[in-house]
């Protein structure tokens, strides 16, 4: 439950800011074309449990942001569409791959798609003979922190390029170099996530929990607090849910999420009736 809920809660962060820019299809490319890093990675240092294992991971996946920002900057066609094309391709090249030269490994297309949360705990942190628990845990909750850190030590330039990028031009901010920071918290942030949700369901943690909160805060101080807090529910109630009927966490997580919006929007459509009545 630990390791599904800091998977959540780091995926909310940094998703507020991507739901803001316009760029939740962005999230959900890297959380695709990672697959690609992920298997060049492998191929590179042979081994799935090392730091270059895990450093290769980020680097191709900042990578992936870096082409689609290129091609943006250089055709007139819309980022949405270059998107598409960019995550689809990096993705079907990854699943190939992995079904031609990574079928005998713990990296199949089963743990790529839906994630293997389950067996996290199999994996375990060991420092000078002590067992620290599942490095799953640790890792989420290293990015959790660096997430916080660098978005607390950067808020005013993210929040000001994030709604007048024309004005944090005039007054010396990078809005480049600001996205170029999003992206690479959103690549660290999905690699980390990745074995414990899978590629296809880490986009409804970067997106469902900030979408709920959206709906009735547009304050980007309140709007964080309360997709952290959705995150936190979705995790604890997915998880239980998952036990009770079976099923796989990282798709109940999902599927509660989905539910949580579901029942947000009701309500704040009946409230708003009310009110206009």
């Known amino acids: 439950m630990i390791i599904v809920i800091l998977a959540t809660l780091t995926c909310a962060l940094i998703g507020n800011f991507l739901v803001l820019r316009k760029l939740s299809l962005m999230g959900d490319a890297i959380s695709h074309a990672v697959l690609f890093g992920i298997v060049m990675a492998f191929f590179i240092v042979g081994t799935l449990h090392s730091i270059w294992f895990f450093i290769l991971s980020v680097l191709f996946a ?3 942001g870096f082409i689609v920002q290129w091609i943006v900057e250089r055709v007139s066609i819309s980022r949405e569409s270059i998107i598409g094309v960019v995550f689809t391709f990096f993705f ?3 699943v190939l791959l992995i ?3 990574a079928g005998n490994i713990h990296l199949d297309t089963h743990a790529v798609l839906f994630g293997s949360v389950e067996f996290s705990v199999f994996e375990r942190f060991v420092f000078l003979s002590f067992d620290l628990g599942p490095k799953s845990m640790w890792t989420l909750g290293a990015v959790f922190l660096l997430n916080i850190f660098l978005i607390k030590l950067f808020y005013k330039e993210l929040k000001i390029t994030t709604f007048d990028p ?3 031009t005039s007054v010396g901010i990078s809005p480049k170099l600001i996205h170029y920071l999003v992206m690479f918290l959103t690549s660290i942030t999905v690699v980390t996530a990745f074995e414990a949700v899978g590629a296809i369901l880490v986009v409804a943690l ?3 929990p900030v ?3 959206y709906i009735f805060n547009k304050r980007l101080n309140f709007m964080i607090g309360y997709s952290l807090f959705f995150a ?3 995790s604890i109630v997915g998880y239980l849910f998952s036990v009770y009927f079976d099923v796989s966490v990282a798709g109940a997580v999902a599927f509660i999420s989905g539910v949580i919006l579901c029942f947000v929007v009701i309500l704040y459509k009946m409230f708003a009736y009310e009110q206009t009545n």
Do not use: H, I, P, R
Request: without cysteine.
């Open 232 to 234: 936190l529910l979705s």
């Open 92 to 94: 079907a090249l990854g």
């Open 206 to 208: 970067l997106v469902v």
């Open 166 to 168: 024309n004005f944090a």
């Open 99 to 101: 079904v031609q030269f």
């Open 211 to 213: 979408v709920t909160s």
């Open 62 to 64: 900042v990578f992936l």
